[in-house]
């Protein structure tokens, strides 16, 4: 056992072994550690951005207007945040949000 894990012990969640964007950028597809593949539009990634310009620190209410965000947005960048997150510049220059793995595992999810 580790020292951090002796102070803040937790259970370390899945994590992607390969995330791209799709080559329109209109897409982000994950492979996680289990095997499973999930996708998810790069609207729908804008849409929940977690960052404190999307969403008030304080209340934890959605600032960002999700109706928005077209449909058309795209990713042109991914890129690694330590082990634990993904973040991504959009095409519509956003590019503050960290996403944890737990919630990119949500995120990308069939949605039924």
Sequence with gaps: MSFWDRIKPAERPLSATE???????????????????????????????????????????????ASQVPASLRITQVQPVGNYALSFVFSDGHSTGIYPWKLLRELTQPRG
Excluded: F
């Excluded at 799709?22 to 597809?29: I, K, T, Y």
């Excluded at 404190?52 to 960002?64: F, H, I, S, Y």
């Design 19 to 65: 995330a791209e964007a799709s080559a329109d950028g209109l897409h982000l597809r994950l492979l996680w550690e289990d095997g499973l593949k999930t996708d998810t539009s790069a609207q729908h990634l804008r849409q929940q951005c977690p960052c404190a310009g999307c969403v008030d620190e304080w209340t934890n209410k959605r600032t960002l207007d």
